[in-house]
Structures are given as structure tokens and as C-alpha cells.
């Protein structure tokens, strides 16, 4: 009796543990409430003639990862020339180099893509970002795209929603302004960010 009993007990623990972690996993995080337009105040310098994407990270966030890998397979399928960036969260107080983690040196090292330290998360505030892994991507004239998640949920990398819809966008972003993009707007309004909060960790 006490071995069936214990038995009982662990595999009620372990469907107990993984169904917290699967509430985990797939636990949206607070999406951003970006600006319409590129804000001018940004010191990230756009270039003449091509979209901008902007990824917003937490250098400590393990889902992190997963966001980066889903970067690079969105870059590796687009048409579209573009300039992107990896902006890392440094909050102040922290050593100079508390952001070049792991991830930073993933980011690096994509094609095309620059990491950038975001002191004190002032360029996250200014694109409205709470959530790591948090993805913008503007178009040429500046106007905004594409604002959502490129994961399915937190640290798992693979086919999904978010990623498919950006480069979708990517290859057709030269023809693509908003008049002609409203009926993609609730698309791109319903896609989740999955990862650690950007100030909270």
C-alpha cells in the first residue's frame, strides 16, 4: 500500500509540475504599445530606403535565445534589404558589460544585424516595449508594420504566427504602406510576445 500510495503521490507531483511549467511557457507577456511613426527622438539611425526592425532584449532572459534564433530564420527568408537592431536592456547601476552576455554575442553575430546597449531602457520607452523579445519592424517612410512576437511561446523556437506575418512583410515592404495594410493590422495586433518582463528581472 505505501508504494502505490508514494507512486500516486510522485506522478500526481510531476503532472502537477508540468502543467506549471506548460502555464509558464505559454504565458503571454505585456505586449508594447509602440508609435505609429519611428519616434524622432531615437538615436538609432535608420537608413534612406529601407524598413527598420528593432528587437528589444533582456541580456539575462533565457527566452531570449529563442527570440535571436527566430531572428535569424526570419533575415535568412527575406527578400528585402533592411537594417536591424538588437537594442539589450542595461538598467542603471549595472557594470559596463553586465548586457554582453550570451545573447549579446548571438545578436552579433547575425547578418546585417547590430546590437546596441540600451542604457537605462530609455529606447524601449521610447518604442513603447515591456517584453523582451518584443519585435517592431517600420517600414521605409518610417511607419510601423509589424509590432509582436516571433516565438510561440516562451524559449521555444520554431515555426510560428509572429514570424511567418514578418517576413511576409519583409518581402513585400516596398509596396507595403498602411493604406494598403489594414486588413493585416488585427494580425499583427494579435500576435503574443512570449518572454521575461524588461524591467522586472
Same mark, same amino acid.
Given at each position: 500500500?505505501w508504494w502505490t500510495?508514494?507512486?500516486?503521490?510522485?506522478?500526481?507531483?510531476?503532472?502537477?509540475?508540468l502543467a506549471v511549467?506548460?502555464?509558464?511557457d505559454?504565458?503571454?507577456?505585456?505586449?508594447?504599445n509602440?508609435?505609429?511613426?519611428?519616434?524622432?527622438?531615437?538615436t538609432l539611425?535608420?537608413?534612406p530606403?529601407?524598413?527598420?526592425?528593432?528587437?528589444? /532584449?533582456?541580456?539575462?532572459?533565457?527566452?531570449t535565445? #529563442?527570440?535571436?534564433? $527566430? =531572428?535569424g530564420?526570419a &533575415?535568412?527568408r527575406a527578400?528585402t534589404?533592411?537594417?536591424?537592431?538588437v537594442?539589450?536592456?542595461?538598467?542603471?547601476?549595472?557594470a559596463?558589460?553586465?548586457e554582453?552576455t550570451d545573447?549579446?554575442r548571438i545578436?552579433?553575430?547575425?547578418?546585417?544585424?547590430?546590437?546596441?546597449?540600451?542604457?537605462?531602457g530609455?529606447?524601449?520607452?521610447?518604442?513603447g516595449?515591456a517584453?523582451?523579445?518584443?519585435?517592431?519592424?517600420?517600414d521605409a517612410?518610417?511607419?510601423?508594420?509589424?509590432?509582436g512576437g516571433?516565438t /510561440?511561446?516562451?524559449?521555444?523556437?520554431?515555426?510560428? #504566427?509572429?514570424?511567418s $506575418? =514578418?517576413?511576409?512583410? &519583409?518581402?513585400h515592404v516596398r509596396?507595403?504602406?498602411?493604406e494598403?495594410?489594414?486588413?493585416?493590422?488585427?494580425?499583427?495586433?494579435?500576435t503574443?510576445?512570449f518572454g521575461c518582463?524588461?524591467?522586472?528581472?
Amino acid at each position: 500500500m505505501w508504494w502505490t500510495a508514494a507512486t500516486a503521490l510522485w506522478l500526481l507531483s510531476a503532472v502537477a509540475g508540468l502543467a506549471v511549467l506548460s502555464r509558464f511557457d505559454n504565458a503571454a507577456g505585456i505586449g508594447a504599445n509602440p508609435p505609429g511613426q519611428w519616434p524622432a527622438e531615437s538615436t538609432l539611425v535608420r537608413v534612406p530606403g529601407q524598413p527598420t526592425l528593432v528587437l528589444l /532584449a533582456h541580456p539575462q532572459c533565457s527566452c531570449t535565445l #529563442a527570440s535571436l534564433n $527566430e =531572428l535569424g530564420e526570419a &533575415l535568412a527568408r527575406a527578400r528585402t534589404p533592411l537594417k536591424a537592431y538588437v537594442l539589450f536592456l542595461k538598467p542603471e547601476g549595472f557594470a559596463n558589460g553586465w548586457e554582453q552576455t550570451d545573447s549579446w554575442r548571438i545578436a552579433a553575430a547575425l547578418p546585417g544585424v547590430t546590437a546596441v546597449r540600451d542604457d537605462s531602457g530609455r529606447e524601449a520607452s521610447r518604442f513603447g516595449a515591456a517584453t523582451s523579445g518584443q519585435t517592431l519592424l517600420y517600414d521605409a517612410d518610417g511607419t510601423l508594420l509589424f509590432s509582436g512576437g516571433i516565438t /510561440a511561446a516562451r524559449g521555444h523556437a520554431g515555426d510560428n #504566427a509572429g514570424r511567418s $506575418e =514578418l517576413v511576409s512583410l &519583409l518581402n513585400h515592404v516596398r509596396s507595403a504602406r498602411m493604406e494598403t495594410l489594414n486588413s493585416r493590422l488585427p494580425d499583427r495586433d494579435a500576435t503574443s510576445v512570449f518572454g521575461c518582463p524588461l524591467f522586472g528581472i
